[in-house]
């Protein structure tokens, strides 16, 4: 069984770029969450995808978007890249039947460096 | 809103010794609660989680923690410490707002377990 994995890995982009990350979730979930953790500290939830939607956002601003696709699958683009959006990204995938319970597992995550 | 407090950075403990994180949480409403581990370079893996019924929540790799409504808190803890527990420890608290749930995460307490 597969869990969440993301790419890729790690990404060096520079100042005004765009860039756009992928993530899959784990097998049998349908709900596709994203987080930014910068350097020493915890995760910052940016959105919650699911049925294609964008469910609920974090405090980030519409440089932030994402998609979600008939397969679950989901991408976080950020646009415009600015120095202090260097962090870990981790994409995050749960069952949305039973919201209130269900756990969300974690990917490795994407390094974005910014330059 | 939601919030979750680690007070402690760092936890130093011996091997074979037990271990507490602590963590404090604030949030409306009944507060579902999960624990976290990170290792270096590496995404959140799942610990635990308090959804309802018994104060104390065992886990993986021998973790448990104590759920307590009137102080708010939510420790985690391990009888015997092993070094290879050393990493880093996240607290988070999920609300339900509308149709999503998003996780509030603290800002990690780092273990240290030395021979």
């Known amino acids: 069984d597969a869990g969440v994995t993301q790419s890729p890995t790690h990404l060096i982009k520079t100042r005004g770029q765009q860039v756009t990350l992928r993530c899959s979730p784990k097998?049998?979930?349908?709900?596709v969450s994203w987080y930014q953790q910068a350097l020493g500290q915890g995760p910052q939830f940016i959105f919650q995808y699911y049925e294609e939607e964008e469910r609920q956002r974090g405090n980030f601003p519409d440089r932030f978007s994402g998609h979600q696709f008939p397969n679950y699958s989901s991408e976080l683009n950020v646009n415009a890249l600015l120095l202090g959006d260097s962090a870990l990204y981790l994409c995050a995938s749960s069952l949305r039947r039973n919201s209130a319970y269900e756990t969300q597992y974690f990917g490795p995550g994407t390094r974005l460096l910014v330059l | 809103a939601q919030s979750v407090a680690q007070p402690e950075d760092q936890v130093n403990v011996a091997e074979g010794n037990p271990l507490t994180v602590k963590c404090t949480y604030s949030v409306s409403g009944n507060p579902y609660l999960f624990w976290y581990v990170q290792y270096p370079n590496r995404g959140l893996q799942f610990l635990l989680k308090y959804i309802t019924g018994d104060n104390l929540v065992k886990g993986s790799y021998g973790f448990e923690a104590e759920f307590n409504k009137s102080q708010t808190s939510f420790h985690l803890k391990k009888p015997s410490a092993l070094v290879s527990d050393s990493a880093l420890y996240f607290c988070?608290?999920?609300?339900?707002?509308?149709?999503?749930?998003?996780?509030?995460f603290g800002t990690g307490t780092r273990l240290q377990v030395t021979l």
């Open positions: 097998s049998g979930h349908d709900t």
């Open positions: 988070a608290v999920r609300a339900l707002t509308g149709t999503a749930s998003k996780l509030t």
